[in-house]
C-alpha cells in the first residue's frame, strides 16, 4: 500500500546548527503538507505544498516539495529551542479523503 | 479559530471494558478524523467520517468502531479495551478540499484536539 517514509527518526543538534528531515512517498502526491508537535502536545499545521518543486518559506523554516512530487523536505535554519519537537509529513491517499503521516523526525535542541 | 475538543485527557480502563472517546468541533467541517499515536510508528488512521452519520475504515480499525451522529461529534468506541490499546489517541477535523470554512479557515488543513491518553490495565 501506499507509504509515506520519514528520515531521521531522531535529531539531535546544537543550537544554532542547521537541521533537515526528508520525506518520501511510494507514489505520486496531489499535495503534501507539514505539521509541528511540541513535546505533550498535539500536531499543528505548519505548511502545504501543492506545485512540483514549490519552495516556500517561514522565518527560519524551509519547504520544498520535489519536481516529481514524491518527496518533500524541511530545513531549519540556525536552530533554536523553540523547534523542538516532532515534525511530520503528511500527504493524501490516492482517490480518497485519507491523509497518510509520515513517522515523524523528533528534533532536540540543545542549548 | 478552529477549535476541537476532546472530552478526555487522561484515562485508565480495565481490559474489557467499554471505552468511549469523545471529540467535538465547532467550525462545521466536513470530515473528521480518529487517530492513534505510538512511539515510532507516527500518526496512524483509524476511522473517518467524511459526513454526518458516513464513516470508513482507516489503517488499523481493529477493536475500534465510531458514531457520528451529529456534524460537530465524532465518537471512538473500544467495544472491549485491550492492553494494546494503550496509546495517544487524537481526534481531527477539516474542510475537504476545494472549499472553505464559515470563518475562512484554510480549507484540506487538519486541525488536531489535545488528544486522549488511554491507558488499559
Known amino acids: 500500500g501506499q507509504q509515506v517514509m520519514q528520515i531521521p527518526q531522531y535529531q539531535h543538534v546544537q543550537e544554532g546548527e542547521d537541521f533537515t528531515t526528508y520525506c518520501n512517498s511510494s507514489t505520486t502526491l496531489s499535495n503534501i503538507q507539514w505539521y509541528k508537535q511540541r513535546p505533550g502536545g498535539h500536531p499543528v499545521f505548519l505548511i502545504q505544498?501543492?506545485?512540483?518543486?514549490e519552495v516556500k518559506k517561514q522565518k527560519r523554516l524551509t519547504f520544498q516539495f520535489g519536481e516529481a512530487k514524491k518527496n518533500s523536505s524541511l530545513h531549519i535554519t540556525a536552530t533554536q529551542t523553540t523547534d523542538v519537537g516532532t515534525y511530520f509529513c503528511?500527504?493524501?491517499?490516492?482517490?480518497?479523503?485519507?491523509?497518510?503521516f509520515g513517522t515523524g523526525t523528533r528534533l532536540k535542541v540543545l542549548a | 479559530d478552529v477549535k476541537v475538543t476532546q472530552s478526555s485527557r487522561y484515562l485508565v480502563k480495565r481490559t474489557g471494558e467499554k471505552v468511549f472517546l469523545e471529540c467535538v468541533q465547532d467550525m462545521d467541517h466536513e470530515n473528521m478524523f480518529w487517530y492513534r499515536q505510538d512511539p515510532g510508528l507516527g500518526l496512524r488512521l483509524i476511522y473517518f467520517?467524511?459526513?454526518?452519520?458516513?464513516?470508513e475504515k482507516g489503517d488499523i480499525p481493529e477493536g475500534y468502531s465510531v458514531s457520528r451522529e451529529k456534524k460537530e461529534r465524532f465518537s471512538l468506541i473500544l467495544e472491549s479495551a485491550s492492553t494494546n490499546q494503550t496509546s495517544m489517541y487524537l481526534c481531527?477535523?477539516?474542510?475537504?478540499?476545494?472549499?472553505?470554512?464559515?470563518?475562512?479557515?484554510?480549507?484540506?488543513?487538519?486541525?488536531f484536539g489535545a488528544g486522549s491518553r488511554l491507558t488499559v490495565l
Open positions: 503528511a500527504g493524501p491517499s490516492t482517490g480518497t479523503y485519507k491523509y497518510i
Open positions: 505544498l501543492v506545485k512540483s518543486g
Open positions: 467520517s467524511y459526513d454526518v452519520k458516513m464513516k
Open positions: 481531527a477535523s477539516r474542510q475537504p478540499p476545494g472549499t472553505s470554512g464559515p470563518h475562512g479557515s484554510g480549507a484540506n488543513v487538519l486541525t
